[in-house]
Each structure stands twice: as structure tokens, then as C-alpha cells.
């Protein structure tokens, strides 16, 4: 049972213009989601999250969604650089756990053209 | 160190060959994740340590499974009888936090296990 979801295995977009990654969750109580970004052959680093009490985050090109009613997310990076072109997880986690584990997404690979 | 380290960064082994991957953390860290990665798929939960308790098992997938922590800073994974299932990444994960901050979490960049 994938509790985190994401249903776009790629997204390919123009130097300059908007990249939205989506993640659906169907776990009501998640109350904490982060996206990480991976490059090939390294670990995931953190990138942006969002506490379920807001619906928006932003940190420079970076926005982050949240709908609570639609269990859905989505980061939006604008403008697009090439240097963005990496692999996006999305993931979540409860308050209710005590040991913070994050529950992740399948990931979306997002490739920037020049 | 700088960051995670994660050693071998690539390990080939024969069905049921027992192995041992091992995790150095950042420096001061109190909370350790060990997370599998299969192919295509997002990082799944094996185990969580604070300091040397193994807090959480609850993602191990057998027996053949086991984390240890001693100290309270390496930790190693074994995996016993490897099966060809077990190829993966296996990505070990540590934070400064002692609860779920997870925006501090920081991970290494994985063993990669390849199971003939």
C-alpha cells in the first residue's frame, strides 16, 4: 500500500520556465512532508517542507503546496535552471511517531532543458 | 567528517553470502536511519537508532536482517543469507535532532548491494 504517492515518473520542462512536481498522500495522519532532491550516485538532500498547519512554504525558487482536503502537494521551481535536473522525492511523516521516519514517494525524475 | 559516510559504496555478493555494510554519521548526531532503495522506487524505512538504542525495527523485512549502534555513533547493517531480493541501495541517514525534525536529516550516499 503506497501511502506517498507520485505519478509522474518524469517531467522534462525549458530553461526559465515553471517545474510542478506532485505528490498525493492517502495517510490523514501525516502532518509533516519535505521534498529531498537526489543526484545520481548520491544521497538525497534536503529541500523544502511544509508543517501541515500552512498551505504554502516558499525558500527562493522553491514553493511548496500543501491541500490538506485533496491529501496533495506539489513544488513549484521558478525559474528552472539545468543544474535543477535531478531526481525529487516527496515524503511525509506524523508527529505521532517518535522516531521521525519518513515515508517516501516513488520520486519524479525532472530533466531542465537549456 | 564533512558528511554521511557510507562504506563499500558497492558490494557484490553470492545468494546466501552474509554481509556487513557499515554507516559513520556526521559527528554528534544522536538519530540514525537505515533506508532501502530498490530500483525506480523511493528510500523505504528499515531501522532507527537514538544514540545506541535501536528505537524502531518496525521496516526490517526478515530475520536475516540486523542493525546494530554500540557506541552510539557507527552503525552497520548485516544482512545473513543474502537472498536476490536484497539488491538495493541500502542509504543510512543521520540527524542532530533526538525527535522528528526531519528537515535535519542528512543522508550518505548509499551501499549499493547486488545480489547474484
Known amino acids: 500500500d503506497q501511502q506517498v504517492k507520485q505519478n509522474s515518473p518524469s517531467l522534462s520542462v525549458q530553461e526559465g520556465r515553471i517545474s510542478i512536481l506532485n505528490c498525493d498522500y492517502t495517510n490523514s495522519m501525516f502532518d509533516y512532508f519535505l521534498w529531498y532532491k537526489k543526484y545520481p550516485a548520491e544521497g538525497p538532500t534536503f529541500l523544502i517542507s511544509i508543517s501541515s498547519i500552512k498551505d504554502k512554504n516558499e525558500d527562493g525558487r522553491f514553493t511548496v503546496f500543501l491541500n490538506k482536503s485533496a491529501k496533495h502537494l506539489s513544488l513549484h521551481i521558478v525559474p528552472s535552471q539545468p543544474g535543477d535536473s535531478a531526481v525529487y522525492f516527496c515524503?511525509?511523516?506524523?508527529?505521532?511517531?517518535?522516531?521521525?521516519?519518513?515515508?517516501f514517494g516513488q520520486g519524479t525524475t525532472l530533466q531542465v532543458k537549456p | 567528517g564533512a558528511g554521511v559516510s557510507q562504506s563499500p559504496r558497492y558490494k557484490v555478493a553470492k545468494r546466501g553470502q552474509d554481509v556487513a555494510l557499515r554507516c559513520d554519521p556526521i559527528s554528534g548526531h544522536v538519530s540514525l536511519f537505515w533506508y532501502q532503495q530498490a530500483l525506480g522506487q523511493g528510500p523505504e524505512f528499515l531501522t532507527y537508532f537514538q544514540n545506541e538504542a535501536q528505537l524502531d525495527k518496525s521496516g526490517l523485512p526478515s530475520d536475516r536482517f540486523f542493525a546494530e549502534r554500540p557506541e552510539g555513533s557507527v552503525s552497520t547493517l548485516k544482512i545473513q543469507r543474502t537472498q536476490q531480493e536484497d539488491s538495493a541501495v541500502y542509504l543510512c541517514?543521520?540527524?542532530?535532532?533526538?525527535?522528528?525534525?526531519?528537515?535535519?536529516?542528512?543522508f550518505g550516499s548509499g551501499t549499493q548491494l547486488s545480489v547474484l
Open positions: 541517514a543521520s540527524s542532530s535532532a533526538r525527535q522528528a525534525q526531519n528537515e535535519k536529516l542528512f
Open positions: 515524503a511525509a511523516s506524523g508527529y505521532s511517531s517518535n522516531t521521525g521516519k519518513l515515508i
